[in-house]
């Protein structure tokens, strides 16, 4: 029975200590707290105005980090709009979450047809197979229709 009473009052405390550092750091977040985009591993962090802080702890609620795809048109505006701003030094306890933008590499432009290939059909490539290239011929003229009689 004391055992009872003394595991609520501690599970009673723990959940009042918990409530307010994670109001704490609630208060904290919104008063100085920063944004972190990642873009492929390399992470850089930016201050928010106290309005767009406030508006990203409403987008960041659930989750801690998103990434960019998912966020709706309003938000990617506000992120745009924080990532203008410059870069600042980060601190873990004060991210209010994390942007993920995966940037993929450009295409590389196709290569053009070559304009020499072996007889067996391949690329010339080797000194071996430089023996047997083979020019494509080019398209034969269209052929010229006869003119009207007369």
Known sequence: MVADVFLRAYLASAAKTRRERMERMLLARLRRG?????????QRF????????????????????L?????SESNRAC???????????????????????????????????PLFRTQSGGPVGTAAVRRQVVRIPAAPAPAQ???PDR
């Open 34 to 42: 920063i944004l972190c985009v990642e873009t492929n591993g390399l």
């Open 46 to 65: 930016f201050a928010p105005t106290v309005w767009q802080r406030l508006y990203l702890l409403w987008v960041f609620r659930h989750f801690r980090r």
């Open 67 to 71: 990434p960019l795809g998912v966020l």
């Open 79 to 113: 992120v745009e709009r924080v990532c203008n701003q410059p870069a600042v030094a980060g601190d873990p306890d004060l991210v209010m979450g994390v942007v993920e933008c995966e940037l993929t590499p450009l295409k590389k432009a196709p290569q053009p047809a």
């Open 145 to 147: 229709s006869p003119g």
